[in-house]
């Protein structure tokens, strides 16, 4: 039902920006959370970020804010990720989730909270 793919990823020179994408469909976008994360071979998925389809409330990861900015346009039911000043370490499979706000709220925004996932998309930063 729910359906989420992500574009956008690439090969990126070291201090260089990317932006990814996110489209949506197949559930009510205001009573839902988008957020991205990325994997690393070898590695845990870790979380960057989410927005709030309903009020458009933003949260990020410490280690990353400053540097990666989510943003929505809820009518294209769309939600993008810039990332900026990017570094080799940033390489990684960066996927978007959706989830039911109500229940990110409850349950914290671990990757494991979270229900839907697309397929991903490859960022590659060459130093």
């Known amino acids: 039902e729910v359906q989420l793919v992500e574009s956008g990823g690439g090969l990126v020179q070291a201090g260089g920006s990317l932006r990814l994408s996110c489209v949506a469909s197949?559930?009510?976008?205001?009573?839902?959370?988008i957020g991205w994360f990325r994997q690393a071979p070898g590695k845990e998925r870790e979380g960057i970020a989410y927005i709030s389809g309903g009020d458009g409330r933003t949260r990020y990861s410490e280690f990353l804010r400053g540097r990666f900015t989510i943003s929505s346009d809820n009518a294209k039911n769309t939600v993008w990720l810039h990332m900026n000043s990017l570094k080799p370490e940033d390489t990684a499979v960066y996927s978007c989730a959706a989830e039911e706000y109500t229940t990110v709220q409850r349950m914290g925004a671990m990757p494991n909270i979270f229900g839907s996932w697309g397929r991903g998309t490859q960022v590659t930063v060459s130093s």
């Open positions: 197949g559930f009510t976008w205001e009573d839902y959370a």
